[in-house]
Structures are given as structure tokens and as C-alpha cells.
């Protein structure tokens, strides 16, 4: 009913919406007739981003490149660094917390310690800051900044939900677009994310024809895959069954797939849902801890996401004995088209590299 109320208060705001529209396509004109001024980086660079407000894989995608090139060339991560309490340029170290960069680029540096990992407002300053810092790096790789037109990347990676396709979609605040539809143009790599395991070819053909590729771009299909839980404080393995009751602790955008995978996969399951990035109170701590001691389960743990752990951890204290555990997910790309997709990015660095 909630949902419904809310679809329906959003129709109302259509001339807002519009208005919205207005100014992205004028912003989107601008740099079109080079009025607004892009500018290039003499590196490999790869942007990953939506049309969307909300979740549509982007922090997995830029895990699933960082483990694909990790080993082969020298790359770092640049992203906004949204909600963080700091301003400006910041890179990462062993004194860093989720509150100076933001939780995305915290799980960064958290999982992959020998990558830079950095943040910034304006990444068109970020990146020579970045290179001053780090001057081996030989690719950077953008987080959500596909509608940052300040910055011409090397290889745009569009991201698009499944459940939420940009094509079927409108605009703030009457619908979640932020960009302009007609902007999937300058993508290279169209992803579109979240799908069932089980899509059939006939169905991902659909797709393709509702968002009609343009010459020379590539389109795959992604589903997620979860991991094996792990305890937040001591990373101790749990894996769940049909015994086990779950609460479900969420501040991200979109936590419905999450909910289905736990409900097919535990005896019942509790959700304590908060806003998409929400900064966790020592008094939500609380609320969580009575919430889960009302089950009355013999076999019970609470779960959350990896981005709302960085926003827990500061909580080590209390969590050391607290049954919550963290669950991995990561882009499993359907129809076997993972190499596919390994081969483009590859081969982007690597010829740009002999351009160079």
C-alpha cells in the first residue's frame, strides 16, 4: 500500500520532473557543442555509471575489475566519496576510516590493500592529485561518473537494473533517471545487471531490442552472486540453511534481491531497513541488538551487506561478540560471456598503452 501511495505521490511531481529534464538536456547540449569544455588523461581510464539514482551493481562491477586487472597493470579507483564526513582530495591509508572517504571506497581499500584507492568532489582535479601521489599507476578506474561529462573517459561501462531498465524509466523525482535516456549513446559496454540466473536467450534478445544497442556497442547480462557469509569482526565462515533465522540489517538502495536469496536459503528471515547509505548510530546499534534478541530461534545471526559493515566496524567493541555476519556479492556474467567482457577491458589498456 506504502509503495503504491508513493508511486502515486511521485506522478504528482511530474512538472518538477520536467523541469529536470530541461537542465539535463541542456547540461548534455552544452557539452555536446563543446560550450562545456572535457577533458582527457593520457592513461587508460574507465568509467563505470548508470542513468539511475540507485543501486545497480556499480560497487561489485568495479570489484569484478580491480580483481580481472589487479594483477596486470598498476591501477588505482577515484570515486565522489558520497556521505562522507571530509572534503576534497583523500587517499586512502591504514588510518583511514569509512567516514573520511565513504563506505564503496572504504570496501575498496578494506578488500584490495595494494590498490590506491582515493576520493574526490571534482574528479577532473581528483586524478592529477591522485597520479601526483601515486605516479606508477598505469589505469584508473571512475566510480560512478558516467554523467560526469568533465572527464572524457577511455571506456564507458553503462550499468542498467534489470528490474529497472533506464529505457522504461523517467525522471527525478517522478521516476529515478538523472541523465538524459538518449545519454546510453556514449557508452562502449552496456551491463545490464541483477537479471535472473535462469534468463533465457529469448528474453535477454527482448532486452536488446527494448534498449537497442548503438554499431559498436557491446551488451552483456549479469546476475549476482552471493558468497559465503563471514563474521564482521573475526571473518569466521557461516553458511546458511534452513534451520537458520536471519535478520537482515540493509542501508542500500535495493535490498529485494537480498531478501529473496535469504528467504530460499534460511528458515525465516526479519529486515530492519534503513536509508541507502545511512551512518549508523550507536542507538541503531541498539534497536538492531533488541530487535534480534525478540526472535526467539534457537539457531539465529543477524547479516548485512559489505557496504553497511564499513558503516558498523566502527563498532568493533560491541559486534566482537555479536552474531552478525557480512554477505560478498559479485557479477556473474550469464550466457559464458565473462572473457568476453575480460577481453574488451584488456584490450582497451593494452592498446592504449601501444598508442601511448
Given at each position: ?279 549508523f548510530s550507536i542507538d541503531d546499534l541498539k534497536e538492531i541488538k533488541k530487535r534480534f534478541e525478540k526472535i526467539e ?60
Amino acid at each position: 500500500m506504502f509503495s503504491t501511495f508513493l508511486k502515486s505521490f511521485r506522478i504528482l511531481l511530474l512538472p518538477f520532473a520536467l523541469l529536470y529534464w530541461m537542465a539535463v538536456w541542456l547540461r548534455n547540449w552544452m557539452y555536446d557543442k563543446k560550450i562545456f569544455q572535457s577533458t582527457s588523461f593520457g592513461l587508460p581510464v574507465i568509467c563505470i555509471g548508470n542513468l539511475s539514482v540507485g543501486g545497480t551493481g556499480k560497487s561489485p562491477m568495479v570489484e569484478y575489475l580491480i580483481v580481472t586487472l589487479k594483477d596486470k597493470y598498476q591501477i588505482a579507483t577515484l570515486s565522489r566519496g558520497y556521505k562522507r564526513r571530509t572534503k576534497g582530495f583523500a587517499l586512502a591509508d591504514e588510518n583511514t576510516t569509512a567516514l573520511d572517504i565513504g563506505d564503496e571506497p572504504m570496501q575498496f581499500h578494506l578488500k584490495f590493500p595494494g590498490v590506491p584507492v582515493a576520493v574526490g568532489e571534482e574528479r577532473i582535479v581528483a586524478i592529477p592529485q591522485l597520479l601526483h601521489q601515486k605516479p606508477a599507476t598505469q589505469a584508473i578506474i571512475l566510480d560512478d561518473a558516467f554523467q560526469h561529462r568533465a572527464i572524457t573517459a577511455g571506456l564507458n561501462i553503462l550499468l542498467t537494473d534489470y528490474n529497472n531498465l533506464f529505457t522504461k524509466d523517467f525522471y527525478l523525482p517522478t521516476g529515478d533517471l538523472r541523465d538524459l535516456k538518449s545519454s546510453y549513446k556514449r557508452a562502449d559496454i552496456i551491463v545490464v545487471t541483477k537479471c535472473k540466473p535462469g534468463l533465457s536467450a529469448e528474453e535477454a534478445n527482448a532486452i536488446k531490442e527494448e534498449i537497442s544497442p548503438q554499431d559498436g556497442q557491446e551488451l552483456f547480462f549479469t546476475s549476482i552472486k552471493y558468497g559465503v557469509p563471514y563474521h564482521i569482526i573475526s571473518r569466521k565462515e557461516y553458511r546458511l540453511d534452513k534451520k537458520t533465522e536471519v535478520l537482515l540489517v540493509a542501508g542500500i538502495a535495493n535490498p529485494l534481491p537480498l531478501k529473496n536469496m535469504i528467504e530460499e536459503n534460511s528458515k525465516a528471515y526479519f529486515l530492519s531497513h534503513f536509508p541507502d547509505h545511512h551512518i549508523f548510530s550507536i542507538d541503531d546499534l541498539k534497536e538492531i541488538k533488541k530487535r534480534f534478541e525478540k526472535i526467539e530461534a534457537a539457531q539465529k545471526i543477524i547479516l548485512t551487506t559489505e557496504k553497511d559493515a564499513m558503516r558498523l566496524i566502527k563498532f568493533r567493541d560491541v559486534l566482537r561478540d555479536l552474531p552478525m555476519y557480512v554477505i560478498p556479492i559479485r557479477h556473474h556474467f550469464l550466457f559464458e560471456k565473462a572473457e568476453t567482457f575480460n577481453g574488451i577491458v584488456i584490450n582497451f589498456i593494452e592498446n592504449f598503452k601501444r598508442e601511448a
